[in-house]
């Protein structure tokens, strides 16, 4: 028997309830750690030790065969500069040396940093720390297929249905998924998604045919899509010769820069809504950011000629391009990698956006008791500092907002009785 088996079953035998279950650490779960412990650093007195409690009876399950997630498997740029990514390490915690180690390297003052070196320099070694503080608490390579969630307890199962944990209150960190839109069946066959495009590391896989590159959206993932095949040799002789073609719905892009370069470049934006209050610039949620940004403004210049925007009504309107793509990508979003979730033996369709972490069932928009969730396809969307913009309606998936608003506010209501 496993260790975290042995754990859990001895704990039911003496009818001690864990007080939360994690599921997933990858990114957003790694967050959630990281933010347990700087609550544990800062707090003082009678809260310290609840924290400190959560910390050391936190049950966590993951998927994957160890911690740390995905990201860095995405052959592209970091979206974020090393002063943020490090941001929540705080001194005397387990992670302030590794901190210091990832500063001193001289790449990640660069402008642009790989995301596999910073999931080698950073992701990676966080999460070997985690495994090691979470010890018998962790379980690995499990998947959790179905949740049950009653006015007092929270039980997790795994694909055979076996009871993996119970605990008093949850919080799902399950990551993103994408699905190939239903009016894209007929093309099925040449449409990769996102984030296989983005994590390929050749072109083997792709369909050799004469025809253009189609690509569904004008989001971020979308330029980067447009970025990858231009300027990274792993594809790039794929699309040489080839049209990349983007089909944009949103006739605004926006970048996120300061206001004197969005006036430079002809970028409307509401002085007062559009313009974070904290660090000044526009757009700071909602903007393309580094690569993206650069190769938007190279088509909008003329001087990137190879890719060209097309709006988009529909994709009714557009079968004559999807019939001549040699290849299409699907740059449409993820939606939350949720398991399925019941609560008081009612199977719930869980409302993906939320201001403070707690989930909500869509049909009658009643709050699911002691069921929390972020990351990657549930939108969180940070109050106070965090929250940018105002005219911000979108998602936050970015490291720096997971341990610095969203997970902090999390914690503070599972420590609650």
């Not at 080698?120 to 499990?142: C, H, R, V, W, Y």
């Not at 972490?357 to 928009?365: A, M, R, V």
Request: aromatic share 6%; net charge neutral; hydrophobic share 40%.
């Amino acid at each position: 028997m496993l260790p975290f088996q042995v754990l859990t079953e001895t704990l039911s035998a003496m009818n001690i309830i864990p007080r939360c279950q994690l599921i997933g650490t990858g990114t957003a779960g790694l967050c959630f750690v990281i933010a347990l412990v700087n609550k544990v650093k800062q707090a003082q007195g009678p809260d310290k030790i609840k924290y400190q409690t959560l910390l050391d009876t936190l049950i966590a399950i993951e998927g994957n065969r160890q911690s740390g997630g995905v990201l860095d498997s995405y052959q592209i740029n970091a979206n974020t500069d090393a002063d943020e990514i490090v941001s929540c390490l705080l001194d005397e915690t387990p992670f302030s040396d590794l901190r210091d180690h990832y500063l001193q390297q001289p790449e990640v003052h660069q402008p642009l940093i790989p995301l596999p070196k910073v999931g080698k320099l950073m992701l990676q070694p966080i999460a070997n720390i985690i495994t090691s503080l979470l010890g018998d608490n962790l379980l690995l390579n499990t998947k959790v297929t179905r949740v049950e969630i009653s006015k007092n307890e929270c039980k997790s199962f795994g694909s055979n249905n076996q009871l993996l944990a119970r605990s008093q209150k949850m919080v799902l960190c399950c990551g993103g998924r994408e699905d190939l839109l239903k009016e894209l069946l007929p093309w099925r066959q040449k449409t990769v998604l996102t984030g296989p495009l983005l994590q390929m590391k050749n072109a083997r896989s792709l369909p050799y045919q004469q025809g253009s590159i189609l690509i569904i959206g004008s989001s971020h993932s979308s330029f980067s899509v447009a970025w990858r095949f231009l300027n990274d040799p792993a594809l790039s002789s794929y699309a040489k010769g080839r049209d990349i073609i983007m089909l944009q719905r949103n006739p605004l892009v926006k970048l996120r820069c300061t206001p004197a370069f969005a006036h430079q470049n002809q970028m409307p934006f509401d002085a007062i809504d559009d313009v974070c209050p904290v660090n000044g610039l526009v757009y700071r949620n909602a903007g393309l950011r580094k690569d993206a940004k650069a190769l938007y403004l190279e088509i909008k210049k003329g001087t990137e000629n190879r890719v060209r925007l097309e709006p988009m009504a529909s994709l009714s309107n557009a079968e004559h391009l999807l019939d001549d793509a040699a290849l299409i990508v699907q740059c449409t979003g993820f939606r939350a990698n949720l398991p399925e979730i019941s609560l008081n033996g009612i199977t719930q369709k869980v409302r993906r956006r939320s201001s403070v972490g707690e989930l909500s069932d869509i049909k009658t928009g009643k709050e699911i008791p002691n069921l929390f969730g972020f990351g990657l396809g549930i939108q969180i969307i940070p109050e106070g500092d965090y929250r940018g913009e105002k005219s911000f309606t979108g998602s936050s998936d970015g490291v720096l907002p997971y341990p610095n608003a969203v997970a902090p506010v999390i914690i503070d209501q599972l420590i609650q009785d």
